[in-house]
């Protein structure tokens, strides 16, 4: 329970801090993301009806008699004077603070739920590039503008792969069972990506248990590959993945 309590919070960092994290794999990460940005989601969307509020019966009507009083002349027509306040609200910096605030939310929340991407906050992210340049992590360490592009580009490369494979048809898992009863891998081909599927994690499969071992993206009809390796003995537990499967053709080498 104290794992959707804090992953919420956790899953705001960028994905560098959160892999260096030791309970990590564990982490419900997507449930966590959806859960944090909407509630980003929803306290943009209070702050922006309490800014507005504010801002209209406060500073904007202020700053319009302002105005008028040094233009004696001038004359508003009848129920403008809420119009200019809506528009003195809108061209200050916080209102579009707040809006950036709520949309971000929304992203994440999009993200998490259709493609399985965990994003973090803005702010977070731009420290944490900050802090990688300042340290200068070695020479082996990719350049910083192409990594700042590449994580620019990774969320809607995600929506491209994500429209792509939704065109695919909905068919059945496949499953190859391959090696011996020493050391049996269990290769599962899927048409759709499974979420929470991040190595290492352990999934269970009737009365078998298997960890993670790698996931994959290939090509054709079922295009994501999970490979797990079967467990000498079970490790039930609140973070086991439960697994499924069809009907679907059964291939055992």
Not at 147 to 165: K, N, V
Not at 213 to 234: D, I, K, N
Request: positive net charge; contains cysteine; charged residues 20%.
């Amino acid at each position: 329970m104290w794992m959707y309590l804090i992953a919420p919070a956790l899953s705001l960092l960028p994905r560098r801090w959160r892999e260096s994290l030791h309970s990590s794999p564990s982490m419900p990460w997507v449930p966590a993301t959806i859960i944090s940005g909407c509630a980003e989601a929803v306290c943009g969307l209070i702050g922006l009806v309490y800014w507005y509020s504010y801002s209209v019966t406060g500073w904007a009507q202020k700053s319009l008699f302002v105005q008028l009083k040094a233009h004696p002349g001038t004359a508003l027509p009848p129920a403008t004077e809420g119009l200019f306040g809506l528009l003195l609200v809108a061209a200050h910096p916080l209102t579009w603070v707040i809006v950036a605030f709520s949309l971000e939310g929304i992203v994440r929340v999009c993200a998490a739920a259709s493609t399985g991407e965990i994003l973090g906050t803005l702010p977070i992210f731009i420290v944490d590039k900050c802090l990688a340049l300042f340290m200068h992590r070695g020479s082996s360490a990719k350049d910083p503008r192409d990594s700042l592009r590449a994580s620019g580009s990774s969320f809607f490369s995600a929506l491209r792969q994500e429209y792509l494979t939704s065109r695919l048809p909905l068919v059945a898992d496949e499953l190859h069972y391959t090696g011996r009863d020493s050391e049996e891998f269990l290769e599962i081909r899927a048409c759709r990506r499974k979420p929470e599927w991040d190595p290492p994690r352990v999934v269970r499969c009737g009365d078998d248990y298997f960890r993670l071992e790698r996931a994959a993206q290939t090509f054709g009809s079922r295009p994501f590959l999970y490979v797990l390796r079967r467990l000498a003995s079970g490790v039930p537990g609140r973070t086991v993945l439960e697994y499924r499967p069809d009907t679907s053709p059964l291939l055992r080498n």
